[in-house]
């Protein structure tokens, strides 16, 4: 029974979006408005079976689990996002001289020589 509940959900969220191209005359307002509908029918008919309510219930405990964590200040943020900008600049030039060398490199080493 549970699979065709998660059929049926899948069939809402079909029937929305079919809804949205087929009735391309229609208002947007009124296309948003199919689609809307037919993830709030799917959302409804899942929920009714036990996949949904194991995938609510996991949500809910992620949604908590994310209360939880301990999110860096704005001052860390901003320190963090220059360290990784000074690297990158950093390497950036690195990478320009290696390629630069070795550019100079095969070029004295193949210049005078004939292609042939």
Known sequence: M????????????????????HFSETAMV???LMVLAGLVLATVVAWTSAPGKEFF?????????????????R??????????????????LFLFAVDTTLAWI???????????
Do not use: H
Request: glycine residues 10%; hydrophobic residues 50%.
């Open 2 to 21: 549970d699979k065709a509940k998660i059929a049926g959900a899948v069939l809402c969220v079909v029937a929305g979006l079919y809804g949205y191209y």
């Open 30 to 32: 009124l296309r948003i």
């Open 57 to 73: 219930a996991f949500a809910q405990e992620s949604w908590a689990e994310a209360g939880r964590v301990a999110w860096p200040t």
């Open 75 to 92: 001052k860390e943020t901003l320190q963090t996002t220059g360290i990784v900008f000074a690297f990158v600049v950093i390497m950036a």
């Open 106 to 116: 095969i070029k004295l080493l193949t210049q005078g020589r004939v292609d042939g």
